[in-house]
């Protein structure tokens, strides 16, 4: 399957090629995949929408998100994720929690997971090797920060789960998801013929890379050291 953009052109060298639509006309369809669908992948779902309606992207490119567990379905976003949001400036209190079905796979351009937990469970769930392989990434191989690989990341290429942490653990998540945001919005303004973020240009939605490294350096407290095992996050199994 043919990559529509190169994997390294000016003004994002090194993020990963998007793979080819699945249909001729229409949007191109994400959708974005953490664990309960109640941190993650809807603080990336709300920013990435806000951020592609920015970009002047919103009715070319359609995203959602999903769970691979059922643990909270139905349930609205985790109160501090939504404060994080909201913090930002973003508005999450729509959202409702919802599990990945396999039959979504063929619907879907794209699939990012949020941890190399997830994408493994994606992989299972996925039902072709086409769905299964490069259609389905880590969210993280669009943050430009890890262009080189992620040899040296803290988090080894994953937004870690906040879930039943403090506030700043939503926040340091909410910073490596604007981060990869920045990079999968310039690729997809590429796809679609609009013109992508120069270096050390503004984002869409004004913010800079180096406002965004200046934000991350000023968060008080420590961060989660990676992703934690489901049995360690309270309220699920």
């Given amino acids: 399957m043919p990559a529509v953009v190169p994997a390294d052109v000016p ?27 109640i941190c993650r992948s809807p603080m990336a779902e709300v920013m990435l929408r806000a951020e592609l309606d920015r970009a ?58 949020m941890d190399p937990s997830n994408l493994a469970a994606l992989r299972v769930l996925a039902p072709d090797a ?9 969210f993280r191989s669009f943050d430009p920060d890890l262009a080189g690989g992620v040899l040296g990341d803290p988090w080894d290429g994953a937004v870690p789960d906040p879930y039943g942490g403090p506030q700043t653990a939503f926040a340091q998540s909410l910073d490596l998801v604007q981060a990869a945001v920045q990079g999968l919005v310039g690729r997809l303004a590429q796809l679609r013929g609009a013109e992508a973020v120069p270096p050390g240009g503004v984002m869409p939605g004004g913010v800079t890379p180096d406002r965004r490294v200046a934000d991350r350096a000023g968060r008080d407290g420590a ?12 309220g699920r199994p």
């Fill in 56 to 113: 002047g992207l919103a009715d070319l490119v359609e995203v959602d998100s999903a769970g691979t567990g059922d643990w909270h379905l139905g349930e609205p976003m985790a109160g501090q994720a939504g404060e994080e949001l909201a913090r930002r400036g973003y508005d999450g209190s729509a959202h409702r929690a919802r599990r990945i079905q396999r039959s979504w796979f063929g619907e879907r351009d794209l699939v990012l997971a």
């Fill in 223 to 234: 961060a989660p050291d990676g992703p934690p095992v489901a049995a360690d996050r309270p």
């Fill in 130 to 138: 086409d769905a299964a392989g490069p259609r389905l990434m880590l």
């Fill in 11 to 37: 003004g994002l060298p090194g993020l990963p090629a998007l793979p080819a639509p699945r249909r001729p006309s229409g949007p191109y369809r994400l959708c974005l995949v953490c664990l309960g669908n």
